[in-house]
């Protein structure tokens, strides 16, 4: 059935149209539609990153003093380094305070399967806590001045990955074995920078990988709740690893996962890692490779499998996807939101991206604009 209008209703009902979608945008924000920072060369796309409001820079009462690391838990919590604090901050995914730690300059921290945490202090110590039983972090291993790591209270060393040009591996294993007689009570010597990222297995083996970034390597740490006999192997890292500094890992299969780090390095900035053959793999575009400038990178991943890799000395956020192909960047320095100043951590959970921006003393959320809810 047809129905006709006269002019005069048709007029009615097209102001009533136009002020129904004048309302519908009341108390909307317009987003940009371009990709943020992008330089034309990222896909054609109306998806950008939007800074979710507020900007997280207090916690318990404190303001954050130069936050470099944070992580999303799978207890769905968000952790916090806040490194100039000495302290680690839960905080749920709202931002409300939880509780926090004391923990001595940590600058990354990570959460395995058990929900137990560890993290590292850029130098030469890495601390754990137990999920069950709670306390404090405890001091877990640290490496001497000799680069060799000592085994104290919860962790034993596994293996090492790495073919490293400053540490000879039989030299290693014979003065490993002469640090477990002498050495009674744990001295921790402070080294230049050594530690400066951390990454739980996603599998049942309960490894965590640190990268040694003064000494090119790359450290598999078997964790048990009663400790281990330490051991020294070599492992498998061909070509050897170039300052490597940030790490993750993803799950690929019930028990199998990748190993992926950032290097110092301007090329070949990122390397994956298939475990447990400890194999490199290769993507099928190199974007991700020889798009990143050098310097201190940190690297997370969406739920879609895109790389997000933060980019300390550029205050930047390059987005690659699966295959490593560049699809764009945002941020530049400044203090406003959405820039950075001196940005050490980034991290990925439930579809939010938090961003440590450290020498804004704050971190910075940012949600898809395709995700935004009105």
Request: net charge negative; proline share 5%.
């Amino acid at each position: 059935m047809m129905i006709k209008m006269s002019n005069g209703c048709r007029g009615l009902v097209v102001l009533a149209a136009a002020a129904l979608m004048a309302f519908g945008c009341i108390g909307r924000t317009e987003y940009p539609t371009a990709l943020p920072g992008s330089d034309g060369t990222g896909k054609p796309t109306d998806t950008t990153y939007v800074v979710m409001q507020p900007l997280w820079t207090t916690a318990g009462g404190l303001e954050f003093n130069h936050p470099r690391g944070v992580a999303f838990g799978y207890d769905h919590s968000v952790y916090i380094c806040d490194t100039d604090n000495d302290r680690v901050v839960r905080l749920n995914v709202t931002g409300e305070y939880v509780e926090e730690y004391s923990v001595p300059h940590p600058v990354q921290i990570t959460q395995d399967r058990q929900l137990n945490l560890l993290c590292v202090n850029g130098e030469n110590v890495a601390y754990r806590r137990a999920y069950f039983g709670g306390g404090e972090f405890d001091t877990a291993l640290f490496r001497d001045s000799l680069g060799v790591f000592i085994e104290t209270q919860h962790m034993g060393v596994d293996s090492l990955f790495y073919d490293s040009l400053y540490v000879d591996t039989a030299w290693v294993e014979s003065v490993w074995v002469e640090i477990q007689v002498v050495i009674t009570d744990t001295v921790l010597v402070r080294v230049p920078t050594g530690f400066l990222g951390i990454a739980a297995s996603p599998a049942t083996d309960r490894y965590y990988f640190v990268p040694d970034t003064t000494r090119d390597i790359i450290s598999i740490l078997n964790v048990a709740d009663h400790g281990l006999a330490g051991d020294i192997f070599r492992a498998y890292a061909r070509p050897p690893a170039e300052n490597p500094v940030g790490i993750m890992t993803y799950a690929t299969g019930e028990d199998s996962y990748n190993i992926v780090f950032t290097q110092m390095s301007r090329y070949g900035g990122v390397r994956i890692v298939r475990s447990p053959a400890f194999e490199d793999v290769v993507l099928d575009d190199g974007d991700i490779y020889s798009m990143l400038p050098a310097g201190h990178k940190q690297i997370t991943r969406d739920g879609l499998g895109n790389f997000l890799v933060v980019a300390t000395t550029a205050n930047e956020v390059y987005q690659f996807d699966k295959h490593g192909a560049f699809d764009l960047k945002f941020g530049g320095p400044g203090a406003e939101p959405g820039q950075f100043n001196g940005p050490h951590g980034i991290a990925w959970g439930e579809g939010v991206l938090y961003v440590a921006d450290s020498y804004n003393n704050r971190i910075v959320r940012y949600q898809l604009s395709t995700d935004l809810q009105f």
